[in-house]
Structure formats: C-alpha cells, structure tokens
C-alpha cells in the first residue's frame, strides 16, 4: 500500500504575490505651484539682502548715561558679628531630651472580624516581623488589634515601619505605651 503524504496535503496552498499597481500621473500643476512659491520665495530674500537699511531716527531726549568709573570704598570694618560670634557658640544640650519617652508600640491595624486581623498578621508574618491580635471592647462594640512591639527607641520602631512600607505590607502607626 503506498503511503499518503498527509501534512503536505493539509498545507495551504501560497498566495500570489501581488504587482505594485502601474503609477499614477504626478499632479503637474502642484508641481509647478510649489516651484514658483519657492523661486518667489528667493526673489523674496535677494529683495531683502540688497536693501539699505532703514535709519531709525535718534530720540532728542535721550538719557545720559555715566559708567562709574570708580567704586566705592570698602567699608571699614564688617558691619554683622555673627560669623564670628557662631564660631565660637557652644550648644547646650539637656539630659532629658535625650532620654527615651518610653517603650514604643506599632500599630497597624483594627478590625471588627478576627478572621480579618488575623490575615495581616499573617501578611506581616510572611515580611518577617512577630505581630499580635489584641481583643479591645469598646463603645460600638469588639475590635480587634493588631500590633508589633515592644521597641525600647522609636528609631528602632521607624525602620521597622519603613520595611513594612517598602514591602507593601502594611501602614503602620507608631505611639509610646
């Protein structure tokens, strides 16, 4: 039994190649339009290039202008002192601005179902930071909290905020205990 050739039979067959089309007649009388603008042009710009200037009258009135032909003399002594009084400033600094306000605490979100809470703290989790969902009663109703700390310095809470951020995880507020 001979064999069939079935892919070359299921191939389609090539389309024929189309002709470019025969030219057109070139629009003559466009052609000499923009011929004689660009000749009337030039004749333009030759008119211009023979042309004597245009004397323009002098105002009779004119002010008179004197350059300085000195300049003034330099003061004697510097008039301000406080370049000399800021070298020689000493800042005082008191002990307790330098103290710590007390422990910091993140928090970065409240919500009314538990399931939600639950699903930041997981996405904070996955960033890589221990969070907490706290159970708050209030007014309206149950919330739930979820926070991160402890910090003992603030700056410590900010850069932890500033990760959060730049992961995209969660936008987080900070506030001493």
Known sequence: MPQRDYVKAGRAKPRPK????????????????AAVLLLAFAWFLYHLSTRDPVAIPEPEKRAAITPQK??????????YQYIKELENKEIQVKVEELENKGPFEMYCGVY???ETAEQLKAKIAFAGYPSTVRRIEGK?????RVTLGPY??????????????????ADCRIAAI
């Open 70 to 79: 000195e300049l003034p003399p330099k003061p004697k002594a510097e008039p």
């Open 18 to 33: 189309k002709t470019a089309p025969p030219p057109k007649n070139y629009p003559w009388p466009l052609m000499v339009l």
């Open 152 to 169: 003992a310095s603030k700056r410590q809470a900010e850069s932890e905020k500033n990760r959060l951020n730049r992961q995209k995880v």
């Open 112 to 114: 009314r179902v538990e």
């Open 140 to 144: 309206n109703g149950v919330f739930y």
